[in-house]
């Protein structure tokens, strides 16, 4: 009782801030200002405020449910919408939104009738959504359809329609109708969430982050972009950047279960793994594959293995082609003294092009500990390590190109593993992503062992040259590396523009 009457009073005293020296017109014209550029929570305050001194305002009953739903709150919204029905404000648009509001609010059967009567393409969305959560896939991908050959706006309609796509499977017809939809309607929400869920699930991690950027640059209180920019800033490497993002969005929003994940990850970034588990421990219920994987992690990395395996069988069991879970199994499998279980796990992943050089490890450790040695070494000559190597070799160059320097790091570093440092261009390209992520002292190290093995190179030439110049660390040595690597190279831009920025500097 008292933490409501607590909660109750700092709304009255927000209210009270807002209305402050400011006329009911004054507050509503600042709210419709609000609205207009996706400010909605300070709109949301002025129309309360406007509300408490006239609660029949149907202009500010009609902007508030309209803020409702832009803050994802279907209920408030059904209620505002059911106020201003009963002073007869209905305006243009009344039965979509209030259709709207009781798809958000999780009433799908409602939602659906109502979707069907309005006969336009908004309606056949909220249908297809409501088929959904009614867990019927093909209705929905048929109220989908229709909506395309129905009348009126279809961006949030391709938009939808384009995730919906994508979880099915269709990358190529989920990009279709997103880009359909942010032709139609370039600076909308939902065409700009939906091309950059697409860039991910590609692997087209720049593009992505550049969707999620312009959305937030528009929308700048949409949780699903600011999320979704700080999980690929993390993809990417790039969480120094995505800490003060994660900070900001802690003090509007504490306690949401997807920042809490994401504060986790920073402090697994800083190998703090009791402060992983103790982070993650509060939401462990929760069925997100990522979240349990990390906390699983943490009792592995807190040698508290036996905690981690049957959260982590069953999240096998869910998904069986989720490498990461297998790995983690095994090796929480092993260390706690089931080695045959552990050589069973890990089988299929070592022996596979996908298996890494820490696969393999785990598996013949495995094996010696389970006596089946000859058995994993006629497994191990009869893999395909070729393959293997080709398909790092291409997943590293192709991060490089998306500048996915996580990726190429763990792509360049497990190529290091199976060739030792005997290639002087998996190097470079390993310094040079290194670099990227702001760690210099490593960067410079390999990029060393790379000039090692090819001192003429112009590309070897370039990375440490650059790097040296950059870090401060050897300007004069770094400058005459950039002159070799011009001359060797006079057509390469990349060294030509190095060398002009070293010499102005």
């Known amino acids: 009782m008292r933490k409501a009457i607590r909660t109750t009073s700092a709304i009255a005293l927000a209210l009270m801030l807002v209305a402050c020296g400011l006329s009911p017109e004054e507050r509503m014209e600042r709210a419709e200002v609000a609205f207009a550029e996706n400010r909605f929570s300070e709109a949301r305050l002025d129309l309360a405020s406007v509300l408490q001194e006239n609660a029949e305002n149907a202009g500010a009953l009609l902007l508030l449910a309209r803020t409702q739903f832009q803050l994802g709150d279907g209920e408030g919204a059904a209620s505002s919408l059911a106020r201003l029905e009963r002073l007869g404000g209905q305006a243009e648009g009344h039965a979509a939104l209030v259709a709207e509001a009781n798809l958000l609010s999780g009433d799908y059967e409602t939602a659906l009738a109502q979707g069907e009567a309005l006969q336009t393409a908004e309606g056949a969305r909220i249908v297809a959504l409501a088929q959904i959560g009614l867990g019927n896939v093909r209705a929905a991908q048929a109220a989908f359809e229709a909506g395309l050959a129905q009348g009126g706006e279809k961006a949030r309609l391709q938009a939808d329609y384009a995730i919906f796509m994508l979880q099915a499977g269709d990358s190529s ?46 929308w700048p209180e949409s949780r699903a972009a600011i999320l979704g920019r700080i999980g690929v800033l993390g993809d990417l490497g790039r969480m120094e950047e995505a800490r003060p993002l994660i900070e900001e969005f802690a003090h509007r929003i504490p306690g949401d279960p997807d920042l809490v994940y994401l504060q ?4 697994a970034e800083d190998n703090d793994w009791s402060e992983v588990r103790d982070m993650l421990q509060p939401i462990e219920g929760r069925q997100d594959t990522r979240q349990q994987l990390l906390y699983s992690r943490a009792f592995v990395e807190l040698d508290l293995p036996e905690q981690a395996i049957p959260r982590l069988a069953t999240l096998l069991r869910r998904t069986p082609s989720n490498v990461e879970v297998r790995r983690l199994l095994a090796r929480a499998q092993l260390e706690s003294g089931d080695a045959e279980r552990a050589f069973a796990t890990i089988h299929p992943l070592a022996s596979s092009a996908r298996g890494t050089s820490q696969d393999v490890a785990l598996f013949n450790a495995a094996a010696r500990a389970s006596g089946r040695s000859v058995e994993a070494n006629r ?3 009869d893999s395909p390590p070729a393959e293997r190597l080709s398909n790092l070799l291409a997943a590293g160059d192709r991060a490089l190109r998306e500048e996915n320097w996580r990726a190429a790091i763990d792509a360049y570093e497990e190529l290091r593993g199976w060739t030792g440092n005997s290639n002087a261009m998996v190097l470079n390209n390993l310094a040079f992503a290194h670099s990227r992520t702001g760690n210099a002292r490593k960067a410079l190290e390999i990029a060393e062992l790379a000039h090692d093995l090819a001192p003429e190179h112009p590309s070897v030439m370039d990375t440490l040259g650059w790097l040296l110049v950059e870090s401060g660390r050897d300007r004069s040595r770094g400058l005459l590396l950039l002159e070799r690597a011009a001359a060797a190279a006079p057509a390469n831009a990349v060294i030509a523009r190095h060398l002009a920025e070293a010499r102005g500097a």
Request: charged residues 25%.
């Open 173 to 218: 017809a989920a990009e279709r109708l997103a880009t359909a939809a942010r032709v139609a309607a370039p600076s909308s929400l939902d065409p700009l969430l939906a091309s950059a869920r697409i860039a991910q699930a590609r692997g087209e991690m720049r593009a992505a982050l550049g969707y999620y950027e312009q959305a937030m640059r528009r």
């Open 379 to 381: 497994v191990l000559v």
């Open 264 to 267: 986790a990850r920073l402090a």
